[in-house]
T-cell receptor, first 113, second 115 residues
Framework: DQQVKQNSPSLSVQEGRISILNCDYTNSMFDYFLWYKKYPAEGPTFLIS?????DKNEDGRFTVFLNKSAKHLSLHIVPSQPGDSAVYFC????????????FGGGTRLMVKP | EPEVTQTPSHQVTQMGQEVILRCVPI?????FYWYRQILGQKVEFLVS????????KSEIFDDQFSVERPDGSNFTLKIRSTKLEDSAMYFC?????????????FGAGTRLSVL
């Protein structure tokens, strides 16, 4: 099942620079997208989300962009901080359809001081 | 800040044994979920539960699995006869309401090791 894909298993960025994490999906029925961050030995922590009726959502240092025609979303972190080092998962769901989240495989972000 | 709590953090069992994984969702949440993550693989949906019944389940959630909300606070996942391939991290999640802007909040997980 490859409905949600994160093609970069890892990303290394210098502190203070921008981190861009990418996610692609194939199911055009998805109408809500979320990013989760996961530290070792912890569960996924909700970060930011976006509805399919929008193309951008911003929350502090985090911005999610959605390109529906390309079935692509990205998470921008500016400026990146060492504490942002974690695994980032994108997830997608179809509202009112059991609400199951379909996850990508994750991208490990390493922010170097 | 309210959180989803899961117990135990690590469960070791013999193949063929029954296990019960426990979760306490966030208190005012109405929708409950179980997911699992086999080592090196994606987080996979197992089941969602709302209004005391299963709302949706994946093909992974076969007859060996069951869920229950035995009281007003706990939400459990039972695996009747564990197999080696059930070894995984199991995450419980809850969300405030069904549908729309479904932000699910996850617990820290239970690592199940089947020997």
């Amino acid at each position: 099942d490859q409905q949600v894909k994160q093609n970069s298993p890892s990303l290394s960025v210098q502190e203070g620079r921008i981190s861009i994490l990418n996610c692609d999906y194939t199911n055009s029925m998805f109408d809500y997208f979320l990013w989760y961050k996961k530290y070792p030995a912890e569960g996924p922590t909700f970060l930011i989300s976006i509805s399919s009726i929008k193309d951008k959502n911003e929350d502090g240092r985090f911005t999610v962009f959605l390109n529906k025609s390309a079935k692509h979303l990205s998470l921008h972190i500016v400026p990146s901080q060492p504490g942002d080092s974690a695994v980032y998962f994108c997830a997608a769901t179809i509202n009112n359809a059991g609400n199951m989240l379909t996850f990508g495989g994750g991208t490990r972000l390493m922010v170097k001081p | 800040e309210p959180e989803v709590t899961q117990t135990p953090s690590h469960q070791v069992t013999q193949m063929g044994q029954e296990v019960i994984l426990r979760c306490v969702p966030i208190s005012n949440h109405l929708y409950f979920y179980w997911y699992r993550q086999i080592l090196g693989q994606k987080v996979e949906f197992l089941v969602s539960f709302y209004n005391n019944e299963i709302s949706e389940k994946s093909e992974i959630f076969d007859d060996q699995f069951s869920v229950e909300r035995p009281d007003g606070s706990n939400f459990t996942l039972k695996i009747r006869s564990t197999k080696l391939e059930d070894s995984a991290m199991y995450f419980c999640a809850s969300s405030p309401r069904p549908g729309g802007k479904n932000i699910q909040y996850f617990g820290a997980g239970t690592r199940l090791s089947v020997l």
